[in-house]
């Protein structure tokens, strides 16, 4: 179990990205809450803001529009301090988002050994990973989520045999290293 602990006060955020399966963005919401920090998940303001998946606004309105919607909600969560921030690798290279958030916290990417996230990704889509258009659009998801990795002053942690208590602990620690 993680112990909640006094952190130093820091204006600086916490961007955390990278995938290491379906239910990441939980782990940045614990981590907010144990650091006392607000939580934002770019992903999910995309969402709400245009009120459809994002799946659904690329069919819907094209990459062009969602881009757009991307680049208000990142603009509006660079402007954030002391927060912990998840946003998916796609949306972090973007445009200039990566250089803007980079100013404002590390970035810590999160990542776990292909064969890991493969056996986590068949558990969530059940029989759908067995049809090659469903596994190819998840495998093109996580190829574009990985590109991240490529950028430099990434921070990463590799997760493939860490608790999620661990996970947590690891993350918290890193950010104590490099913003002290």
Not at 88 to 112: D, K
Request: net charge negative; glycine share 6%.
């Amino acid at each position: 179990m993680v112990s909640t602990r006094l952190l130093p006060i820091s204006d600086r955020n916490l961007i955390l990205t990278g995938y290491t399966g379906p239910y990441q963005p939980l782990i940045g919401s614990k981590v907010a809450k144990l650091m006392g920090m607000p939580f934002v998940n770019v992903e999910l303001d995309i969402e709400e803001r245009s009120e459809m998946s994002i799946d659904e606004i690329r069919t819907v309105f094209g990459e062009s529009r969602l881009k757009t919607i991307a680049t208000e909600v990142v603009q509006e969560a660079a402007l954030r301090r002391s927060a912990v921030i998840r946003i998916s690798g796609q949306t972090l290279i973007q445009s200039n988002h990566y250089e803007r958030f980079l100013e404002t916290g590390p970035v810590i990417c999160l990542v776990a050994a292909l064969d890991a996230v493969l056996q986590s990704l068949h558990l969530s889509l059940g029989a759908r990973y067995h049809n090659p258009g469903e596994r190819g659009l998840v495998l093109g998801r996580l190829q574009r989520e990985w590109a991240v990795r490529k950028l430099p002053n990434i921070q990463e942690i590799d997760t493939t045999y860490m608790t999620e208590d661990e996970i947590i602990e690891a993350v918290i620690n890193r950010w104590q290293e490099v913003v002290a």
